[in-house]
């Protein structure tokens, strides 16, 4: 290729022109090294977006929590057919005690409202507030199907404090990103590392009609508060670098975070054919991960990853603005994000155009 990705960067670059995002970021690896870790744009205006910038990744980040469930899965310090109230007996309020931990994963537990005070509330009042609400009304635990934004992943975040005594960023930064070499991502960045990296976050702006609108991301709250759902910044480089792991069965350069069965599971399709009551679309789903859902329409489909991927492929998307996948028959992984939000509609547009350059950039079919 005489230039690296040339339809993929130029379509970026309209993107900007188009006012959709002021920036991107994007790495692309296939078998196993980097073809391309580049940005585009600005972080801020008149701040140029560079590769080593931090961004946001919303539910792209969300795999990282169900690795992590899945460790203490494999050193039996717990089952995913546990009841939540086993290690969260509070949990159990308003008949709460038939919710599974693969419930959370599959999002079929039904309580899909965000109570958790996030990021003003602190963690232990987010947990609290969870543990007190009911379920949805007519809800049956695992029969029916609807993404949690949020509340389920703190849940599930607790589960892991509870077994191992560790807070749940505090356990996937040394277990997780240390080992991987990811040493600037965070599900929340430390208080004493804050000011040193401000100047390195890539501001989030909502991009709908003409107006820039900072999103407001970047306070101290949402910086150091975590929200495992929802609350990941790094690199783009780094966030590839995980998702190859799952590629490559669950180790990357030595370092082993799973067993390849393990992350099998992970990625198999653990709830199939379900509507998803809150996408409005019918979508499969793995644990804590999403499977290539293009065979119930690739041009309708939520979050999917265009219209080349193969039908193995899997990872997680972010609220209208990033995408984490690996492509297991094209040895492909991709972390593409943008700083602009620009609405639902728009930014399924730009996610498929965007993924569908890369695989027409490597001649991909």
Known sequence: MAIIL???????????????HLGAVMCVMRNGEVVLNWAAGEAQEGTPLTADHLICWFSAGKPITAVAIAMLEERKMLT???????????????GKDRVTIRHLLTHT??????????????????????CAARLEANWIPGQAAGYHPRTSWFILGEIVRRVTGVAIEQF????????????DTFLAIPDSALDGLQPRLATMHVTRG??????????????????????????????????????????????KILDR????????????????????????WGLGIIPNN?????????????????????????SQSSVGMADP????????????????????QRLRDTLDAIYDDLELT
Not at 236 to 248: K, P, T
Request: glycine share 10%; proline share 5%.
């Open 109 to 130: 537990a039904g309580m899909r409202s965000d109570v958790s005070g996030y990021p003003h509330a602190n963690w232990d009042e987010s947990i609290a507030r969870i």
């Open 80 to 94: 995913l057919d546990d009841p939540v109230a086993h290690h969260l007996p509070e949990f159990a309020a308003h």
């Open 210 to 255: 003409a107006a820039l609108v900072d999103a407001n991301l970047d306070t101290p709250l949402h910086c150091t508060r975590c929200s495992p759902g929802s609350s990941t910044r790094g690199p783009a480089g780094q966030i590839a670098r995980f998702y190859q792991m799952l590629l490559n069965g669950g180790s990357l350069d030595g370092a």
């Open 329 to 348: 028959e094209h040895h492909l992984v991709i972390a593409l994000a943008w700083n602009g939000m620009p609405g639902e509609a728009a930014h399924q």
């Open 172 to 183: 996937v930064q040394g277990k997780i990103f240390d080992p991987l070499k990811m040493h």
């Open 294 to 318: 293009a065979r119930y329409g690739i041009e309708t489909v939520p979050y999917g990853y265009g219209r080349r991927a193969s039908a193995r492929a899997f990872g997680h998307g972010g």
């Open 6 to 20: 040339q339809k993929t960067r130029q379509l970026i670059q309209a993107g900007i022109t188009a006012h959709l």
């Open 261 to 284: 069965e393990t992350v099998d599971a992970l990625v198999s399709r653990q709830r199939v054919g379900l509507m998803d009551q809150t996408f409005k679309h019918v979508l499969d």
